[in-house]
């Protein structure tokens, strides 16, 4: 028994490094995938954030401009709106039956 015992050990051992130096190799190529993956993220980040920004600020401007507008005018265009909505409406309605019937003639 005490004769395999080095050989036994010696064998595992081989086995054990065999396979540390593969997981060695393997996370080496992780690290490097991983490190490539950040840094294809946080490039375009650097773009992406101050268009971001840009547009926000852009949208606050807008909407700051609204609260120039009397409300009278506001109500003002919300019922020309809404009457511009219902003569349309009602044109594409008539069109769609006229097209309608004269397919059927």
Known sequence: MNQLRP???????????????????????????????????????????????SVNKTNMKVLSLFGYIPPEEVEELAEKCEEYIEVYLDEITARREYSYIEGIQ
């Open 7 to 53: 050989n036994a050990e010696f064998i595992a051992s081989s086995f054990v490094n065999y396979y540390n130096d593969e997981t060695d190799s393997l996370s080496l190529f992780h690290l490097i995938t991983l490190i490539l993956g950040i840094v294809f993220l946080a490039i375009p980040q650097l773009f992406i954030i101050p268009k971001i920004f």
